[in-house]
Every structure is written in C-alpha cells, then in structure tokens.
C-alpha cells in the first residue's frame, strides 16, 4: 500500500509535467512533491526493523520515531524516560524494599508499583512502556522492578533487544534468597490474597498424591532459581546481571546497597543513619528521613509458620540441586547455597 501511495504521487507530478506550460508553475510542483515524498519516507515510517540475532532468526523491535521523548533534550528538563535499571525478580526476595531504597537515592528515580511490560504486557508497545515512567532530568536514572520477568521465558530476549536497541546502558539486578524461605513466603502471599484459613497447610498445596514436589505450582517453581537463570545466560553475560544476596540484604543492607551503587555507576548515598534494626522482626528498616518514627517496614517480617522436618526436608532435598547449580551458574557463595 506504501509503494502504491508513492507511485500514485510520482504519477501525479509527471502527468502536471507534461501537460504545464507555466515554468514557474511547475517548479513549484515539483517543490512540493518532492517534499511529500521526503516526508512520507521518514515521517510515516515509524518502526524500525533490528538486525537478526546470531544463530537466533529475526528479530523486530517496534519504535516509534516520531515520539518526541526519544528526542535529546536539555539537561535540566524534566521528561520521560526508559529505565536505566530494571529489577527482574525475583519474587518474594526483598524486589519492593529494594526498589524503594534505591528510588531514594538522589540520582534514582522509581516507577511505583510493577509495570510487567516484558512479560504481560509487552503487546502494548514501547511508546506505553515509556508513559508508563517517571519523569526525570538528564542526569537522572530510572529505575523499575517486576519480579515476574525472572520466570517469564520471553523476557529474556525482550529486554535484550530492548537493551541493544534502546537503551544500551540498562543495568539488570537479579535479587534472590534461601529459596525455602521464599518458597514459605509466596506460598503465604498466595494463601492471603485468596483468603484462604490459616488452617490450609502448605503441604495441602507443594506436594501431589504421592508426596513429590509438584513442581508446577508457582509458589515452588519460581525458587528453582537455575532453570530461570539458564534462560537469561542465553541473551546475557553472566556480569551484566547483578545478583543480590536477599538474606544479606535483609540483616546488613549498607554493604549491598554499597555494591550496587557501584555496579549501576552512581555515588555512594546510603549510610547507617538511614537504618534502624527492628529486633521484633529481626532486620533492619529503613529511615526515609532523620528523626521518622515510622520506618518503611512495618507492613514486612510475616511470621513463618514451622515446618514439619518431613515438609523441610523434602523441600531441601528437592530444591538443593537447583539451588547449588544456580550459585555454580551465577558464581555467587551465599550462606545458603549449599542449603
């Protein structure tokens, strides 16, 4: 239809050509031709076709050219801009108190809440992806999590091609934790938002007829970390995603915030003072502002019901193999890598 509509236009100007007699008159048609076909060549061509990955097959990632946020700007001007930092999951490790800390950081700006464009809601385009962020200066990074993207296996890809289309310098962090302890607290996330009695075990739920592990059961399948981690070894060096270790990030998170202020390039921020050990819950809690009575994690530390050393078991003897391949894969030495 694009070819038709050009060669309707060039038909149209020879056709005035020949049948003019008026010099003038004819230039300027000539003029104005050539102006629409300049515009319809790269006005209206708003996508862009990317290279094929090698080994791979083609790949199309869709941009719109036209929006004017993807237009450099100056420095001070507030604006829309595409995440230089994703948080990928994975759920149930720390992914919202993490995002939170790291949105405070001055140079660090967050998207609340998940967006779930590389796994849900990918169909709705770049352009949404990026009215969906915060407005942000220059010299201002954007940050968003959505621990789904960890387990999704189009994810991957996506944010590689995002990455090599886009946005070049996005930095990946990948936060994981005892997956025991993960397993118990998704399972009690899933239990409350169906409002479920307490009586429901998690036994009644993680284990088939026979007493294995049913392993399609999200609450269990998401901490098998290795098998998720593979798929995103296959677009990425294991170095560009940083893995946090959940459970230091929970007792000690100076050092890890640390740590990442170094691998997302920003200068160190965070301190002591920021921090209150809440010995209740058994971790620290974060003091958004000097004096504030009401540090961010009053709504955080769910009590754990105890396992049965038959449930604890089964579950160690299950995820042991997929947790010590993930650390093998990920060249982390966790406390709780060996289980």
């Not at 083609?58 to 050219?65: E, L, W």
């Not at 946020?69 to 507030?78: M, W």
């Not at 739920?205 to 059961?217: E, M």
């Not at 620290?284 to 604890?312: A, D, Q």
Request: glycine letters at 6%; hydrophobic letters at 35%.
């Amino acid at each position: 239809r694009a070819h038709w509509h050009k060669g309707y236009i060039l038909n149209l100007f020879f056709t005035v050509m020949i049948s003019s007699r008026n010099k003038i008159f004819l230039i300027l048609i000539a003029i104005l031709v050539c102006s629409m076909v300049y515009v319809w060549r790269d006005g209206s061509k708003s996508f862009h076709e990317m290279p094929p990955h090698s080994n791979i097959g083609s790949t199309i990632i869709f941009i719109k050219t036209e929006n004017s946020s993807l237009i450099p700007d100056d420095e001070g001007e507030l604006k829309k801009r595409f995440p230089s930092i994703i948080i990928i999951g994975s759920k149930k490790s720390g992914t919202g108190a993490l995002i939170k800390m790291l949105g405070s950081h001055p140079l660090i700006k967050a998207r609340s809440g998940e967006v779930h464009f590389f796994d849900d809601r990918f169909y709705r385009g770049l352009t949404w992806y990026l009215n969906e962020m915060p407005m942000t200066k220059k010299n201002e990074l954007t940050i968003e999590k959505s621990p789904k993207y960890f387990i999704v296996p189009q994810a991957p890809k996506r944010i590689y091609d995002f990455r090599r289309s886009i946005a070049r310098d996005v930095k990946l962090i990948l936060i994981v934790r005892n997956p025991i302890t993960r397993t118990v607290s998704d399972y009690l996330q899933w239990k409350r938002q169906r409002g479920l009695p307490e009586s429901a075990s998690i036994e009644s739920k993680i284990f088939t007829s026979n007493g294995t592990i049913y392993t399609h059961f999200g609450v269990t399948s998401v901490s098998m970390y290795d098998i998720h981690y593979k798929k995103w070894l296959e677009w990425f060096d294991r170095k560009e995603i940083y893995v946090v270790n959940g459970e230091e990030f929970i007792t000690n998170p100076i050092p890890v915030l640390h740590k990442l202020e170094t691998f997302i390039n920003v200068s160190h921020y965070f301190n002591n003072s920021m921090f209150v050990f809440n010995k209740q819950k058994g971790f620290y809690c974060w003091v958004r502002n000097p004096g504030e009575k009401n540090p961010v994690c009053s709504k955080k530390g769910t009590p754990h019901p105890n396992l049965s050393n038959s449930t604890l078991n089964k579950l160690k003897e299950f995820l042991k193999p997929h947790t010590e391949n993930f650390c093998h894969l990920a060249a982390v030495d966790f406390s709780w890598c060996s289980l």
